[in-house]
């Protein structure tokens, strides 16, 4: 196969193969390669091409979109993903000093033929459903989707969530720090960061009590409106909202991530009508990155 067609390296290709399918044994078609179809599937994403015109390298078109949506539609990335974050946590490499954010990607008509009903709201919480407006919505922009994540504070993604492009970033932060579970080897699950950083946006009493109440240092500003309310009430406005104006630097990392995940043609523009499979793209990138990680640190 051409260099140009692959992206994984024997060692990231380790860490994947014993959690995707193998062979059953049972007679019938013969069963495809596997890193194969993993590496079509980067590479249409790393294009923006029609699955149609996959190099004939990666075989049928049709097997290698039909591996993308099983395992979409299974959860299995998902379960990737948490497995990697797993180990990294286990070889204290995770940063718990998480940032959040999201971006917003364009929807191509192509993506859009679907019929969305309206006055549906998206599924934040499952994100295994397919939501009923598949994660498109309509704004000034036109129609577009929203990436949500949650990075460690070296930027490796720890939650991610599809939703509408109109979607506020406010609403989307508890939901994701719900998901966010990390398995150890002993003991309970890791849910709790030791501080979120996010920008002004996530500036809300709910938000601020949610952290205070969990221990989490909140690495939040003030926006000037809330500033201004707080000093009309006088003493009942409560305390100042400090800020760790030095930590706060440190928020770019999602930033960074955000710029590296559109390097995909395929993830910076959305041609996938479902937003189960395109947030399993989305899911790839993280794997590689998480994969990337693990295999530099060994």
């Not at 599937?41 to 190099?55: K, Q, S």
């Not at 008509?109 to 499952?126: E, I, L």
């Not at 998901?179 to 809300?204: C, E, F, H, I, M």
Request: aromatic share 6%.
């Amino acid at each position: 196969m051409v260099s140009r067609f692959r992206l994984l390296s024997d060692a990231q290709w380790s860490l994947i193969q014993p959690m995707l399918p193998k062979p059953t044994g049972r007679p019938g078609r013969k069963f495809s390669d596997a890193r194969m179809m993993l590496e079509g599937i980067i590479y249409r994403y790393r294009c923006g091409i029609a699955w149609r015109d996959l190099p004939e390298v990666f075989g049928p078109w049709q097997t290698v979109w039909t591996w993308h949506h099983r395992l979409a539609t299974e959860g299995t990335w998902d379960r990737i993903v948490q497995t990697l974050i797993a180990q990294a946590d286990a070889e204290d490499i995770v940063d718990w000093s998480v940032s959040v954010d999201s971006t917003i990607a364009r929807a191509h008509q192509h993506a859009t033929n679907t019929t969305r009903p309206q006055g549906d709201r998206s599924n934040y919480t499952n994100v295994g459903v397919e939501p009923p407006d598949h994660g498109i919505g309509r704004s000034r922009g036109g129609l577009s989707t929203k990436i949500h994540q949650l990075v460690d504070g070296n930027g490796l993604p720890l939650v991610t969530v599809i939703t509408p492009g109109q979607a506020g970033d406010s609403p989307m932060l508890l939901p994701m720090l719900e998901q966010l579970r990390v398995n150890r080897p002993t003991g309970r699950p890791r849910t709790r960061p030791d501080a979120v950083r996010g920008d002004k946006a996530y500036s809300s009493r709910a938000i601020r009590t949610h952290l205070r109440s969990r221990k989490i240092k909140a690495v939040i500003p003030e926006p000037s409106d809330q500033q201004g309310h707080r000093k009309r009430r006088g003493s009942r406005g409560g305390r100042p909202v400090g800020l760790d104006a030095d930590d706060y630097k440190s928020r770019n990392v999602i930033e960074r991530r955000f710029c590296h995940t559109k390097q995909w043609r395929g993830l910076a523009t959305r041609y996938d009508k479902h937003a189960i499979v395109y947030r399993a793209a989305v899911l790839i990138h993280a794997t590689i990155a998480w994969t990337k990680r693990l295999s530099d640190t060994s």
